[in-house]
């Protein structure tokens, strides 16, 4: 028998965690926070609160395993996360330990974790690198394989369960990007002969689901980057705000600046840990990547030598949210000695996550913005999660017995069933509507 449990991730985007329970023997996929309670939390308390892992758990902002892991503790054979954002690992360091079983990932989500421990607290953590491509024999039930698949951040995969009832997929997030600009296109080779030796199950990251057409490449967005900074005049400093985990976003804005003679600076701690996980495991070469500023002073430096040279440079910073204290808000509201005006340009590579603070951040920032006249682009950007067509392609291509959307709400899930509908699958039958704190069991 598989029971699925899910803890976070599919009633709303964040805190992603789901158990999968096959014959007794349980696996972790993803220990994530909600994003946008994190930030609330931080807001209301200080640094030293948010080690408590009760009062996370109390405020929402990590998936609340209490009660599951009395019941079930001992049965959990891996924790295994798909990739390093944080809405999917954020929650490692609060509530891994616990479980005494190895939690394993692709080597930069390793790093990534790695970090994060150490930023909040240290554990004794038992953590495996595997890459995509090969398996790991979790119990006499269970073996793991990693498969390699694109999205918005370095080294994603899809997680495959191998059971005697056919292959379990769990795909939160992804996209399938033919020229990607870092790593390889998905392993679509890999999925047909999972197809072929049957798929029993299909967790399935719906948050583009309801957009027509297909998602772009990020290959594309090289592009558009590049044109918006041809445009922009030759006296004009620029600053350009995306993710930080985005590795091969940062990496061609380099490659371009440096391409139209400019050189490049990057500010923001997120920012160092991100490019930090991505040198050491080889992904970008340390010498082609500017040092990460992270401290009051020395970006306070570095900007007045940059105010003396317009034209020069092209700044990569933390702010697209518009969030309060990243490097873009404070360099907005005057908290650097660098008076923005009209000889300075923004482009925001990345698109506003509609909720209700990231509005109200972005468009104080904006009414700030042109009050200073500065030169703004916005949206240079394409999203890291599959629109209709992309997901039925991948529908299609692994031909599930079971689906299962996760991600982005009823209005997603509704859509992806609809989806799941033009291609037979029948609701309660083969496609699934799983909300957090629901379980499901399937034959
Ligand atoms: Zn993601």
């Known amino acids: 028998m598989i029971k699925i449990r899910a803890f976070g991730g599919y009633s709303k985007i964040g805190k992603s965690m789901t158990a999968i329970d096959v014959d007794g023997d349980i696996v972790l996929m993803d220990m994530g926070a909600d994003i946008e309670k994190l930030v609330d939390f931080e807001d209301e308390k200080n640094y030293i609160s948010l080690t408590d892992t009760d009062a996370l758990i109390d405020n929402s902002v990590i998936p609340n395993d209490r009660a599951f892991f009395e019941e079930n503790g001992k049965r959990v054979k891996a924790i295994v996360l798909t990739h390093g954002h944080l809405d999917h690992v954020w929650a490692i360091p609060f509530l891994a330990s616990k479980y005494k079983c190895p939690i394993i990932a692709t080597p930069f989500t390793i790093k990534v974790v790695e970090k994060l421990t150490k930023d909040v607290r240290k554990h004794d953590l038992r953590l495996i690198t595997l ?106 400093t620029i600053f350009i705000t995306t993710f930080s985990s985005h590795i091969a976003r940062i990496k061609n804005i380099i490659e371009i600046s440096r391409k139209l003679n400019r050189q490049t600076l990057i500010f923001g701690r997120s920012m160092a840990m991100y490019i930090k996980a991505a040198i050491d ?64 340009a923004i482009i925001f590579s990345s698109r506003v996550i509609p909720t209700p603070l990231n509005t109200a951040n972005r468009s104080m920032l904006q009414s700030a913005m042109e009050e200073l006249n500065v030169n703004v682009a916005d949206n240079v950007h394409v999203s890291g999660h599959a629109a209709k067509n992309d997901y039925k392609l991948l529908l299609n291509l692994l031909k599930p017995k079971h689906f299962i959307p996760s991600h982005g709400g009823m209005d997603k899930i509704s859509a992806a069933i609809e989806v799941g509908k033009e291609l037979g699958y029948e609701l309660n039958r083969s496609s699934h509507i799983l909300l957090d704190g629901q379980e499901i069991d399937l034959e």
């Open 131 to 236: 890459n995509t491509g090969t398996k790991y024999k979790l119990s006499n039930n269970v073996t793991l394989e990693l498969i390699h698949i694109t999205h918005s951040i370095p080294n994603c995969a899809m997680a495959a369960l191998h059971t005697k009832y056919g292959a379990i997929l769990y795909a939160n997030d992804w996209k399938l990007d033919e020229t990607p600009t870092i790593g390889n296109k998905p392993n679509y080779e890999r999925m047909e002969n999972l197809a072929k030796s049957g798929v029993h199950t299909l967790i399935l990251d719906s948050t583009n689901v309801d957009q027509e057409g297909y998602t772009f490449s990020e290959s594309v967005v090289r592009t558009m980057l590049e044109d918006v900074i041809k445009k922009t005049l030759d006296n004009k």
């Open 281 to 344: 495991t080889k992904i970008i070469e340390k010498s082609k990547f500017p040092e990460v500023a992270t401290r009051r002073e020395q970006i306070n430096n570095i900007l007045k030598y940059v105010k003396d040279r317009p034209g020069k440079y092209v700044i990569i910073c933390t702010g697209h949210q518009g969030e309060k204290g990243s490097f873009l808000d404070k360099l907005v509201t005057g908290q650097y000695d660098y008076k923005l005006s009209s000889e300075d």
